[in-house]
Structure formats: C-alpha cells, structure tokens
C-alpha cells in the first residue's frame, strides 16, 4: 500500500500542524484537509462556532 504522503509512513510527529485560531490549541494534518490545509482555522466545528463569542 502506498501513501501519498512519503514522510509520514506512520509517525504522527512528521505530519504538519497550526494553532486553532479560536482555542489556539495546536492541530495537525488530517487527510480529509489535503486540499484545504492553507484554508482550515478551526480544530472544530464548536470552535467555528464560537469564533465571534470568544475575545
């Protein structure tokens, strides 16, 4: 089975990750954000959510 990601074969520590910009919680690379990774903000879709509640 090949990946289509070579460097990750496994080790989550070589995926990449950014802060939530809601919570700021750090929040790494999914697959189903292989497209989109420069456009997600939000870890959740609470934190979407609560984005004009919060500060």
């Not at 496994?10 to 189903?32: D, E, F, H, I, Q």
């Amino acid at each position: 089975m090949t990946s289509s990601t070579p460097a990750y074969r496994g080790n989550k520590a070589a995926l990449p990750s950014k802060p939530c910009v809601a919570c700021g919680r750090p929040m790494s690379w999914r697959r189903r954000w292989a497209r989109t990774w420069d456009e997600v903000k939000f870890c959740s879709d609470a934190c979407r959510r609560a984005k004009g509640a919060r500060g």
